[in-house]
């Protein structure tokens, strides 16, 4: 039984780009959220999706966006990248059903912008 | 967001139980505590949750003080393998608060 895969595992972006980051939930499960977590600071979160909506929102700019599929696996997107947009970045997933079902989280996606 | 106060850092040794705390004064009736770790180079891991009562698993034990106010989470056996970030959250909306977490070192 597949955890949560991300992809890629790591990526090099200049300043100004956009990026695009990958997310499959574990198998049953149809909530996704997203995190962001700097070096040596805790994870912040980013945005959670349910049922192809954004469900709720942490403080990150518009720059920040995502989407949900129907298969409920989801994406992040991330425009004009800045410097302090380099981190490691989290996907969760978990059961809509509840809002305090634990989270399985994927290894991440290092992300690098020169 | 009700926030936890942990301390930095913590030490034990090999195969001695540990008793991780965590401070959360202002927790609210319908929070429930959760207890995440993170080892090196890995995301996040769920360790286990609770809302009143005592829980254990095959991971840990959660011990929930009767007042709410804190709780303690408990390794029974620390292996070299526990050595990571473990963090206490209050979830209630479904979105994790991460603060600073409790490093905890394992010595052989």
């Known amino acids: 039984d597949a955890g949560v895969t991300q992809s890629p595992t790591h990526l090099i972006k200049t300043r100004g780009q956009q990026v695009t980051l990958r997310c499959s939930p574990k198998?049953?499960?149809?909530?996704v959220s997203w995190y962001q977590q700097a070096l040596g600071q805790g994870p912040q979160f980013i945005f959670q999706?349910?049922?192809?909506?954004?469900?709720q929102r942490g403080n990150f700019p518009d720059r920040f966006s995502g989407h949900q599929f129907p298969n409920y696996s989801s994406e992040l997107n991330v425009n004009a990248l800045l410097l302090g947009d380099s981190a490691l970045y989290l996907c969760?997933?978990?059961?809509?059903?509840?809002?305090?079902?634990?989270?399985?989280f994927g290894d991440g996606t290092r992300l690098s912008i020169l | 967001d009700a926030k936890t106060t942990q301390p930095n850092s913590m030490e034990s040794n090999e195969e001695e139980p540990v008793h991780l705390p965590c401070n959360h004064s202002?927790?609210?009736?319908?929070?429930?505590i959760h207890w995440y770790r993170q080892l090196p180079s890995q995301g996040p891991e769920y360790v286990i949750h609770?809302?009143?009562s005592n829980v254990n698993n095959r991971m840990a034990s959660l011990a929930i003080a009767e007042d709410r106010k804190s709780s303690t989470l408990i390794l029974h056996r620390a292996t070299l393998r526990d050595a990571a970030v473990y963090y206490c959250?209050?979830?209630?909306?479904?979105?994790?608060?991460f603060g600073q977490g409790t490093t905890l070192q394992v010595k052989p």
């Open positions: 202002t927790i609210s009736g319908t929070d429930y």
């Open positions: 198998s049953g499960h149809d909530t």
């Open positions: 959250i209050l979830v209630n909306t479904g979105k994790l608060i």
């Open positions: 999706y349910y049922e192809e909506e954004e469900r």
């Open positions: 969760a997933s978990s059961s809509g059903g509840t809002r305090y079902e634990p989270q399985h």
């Open positions: 609770g809302l009143t």
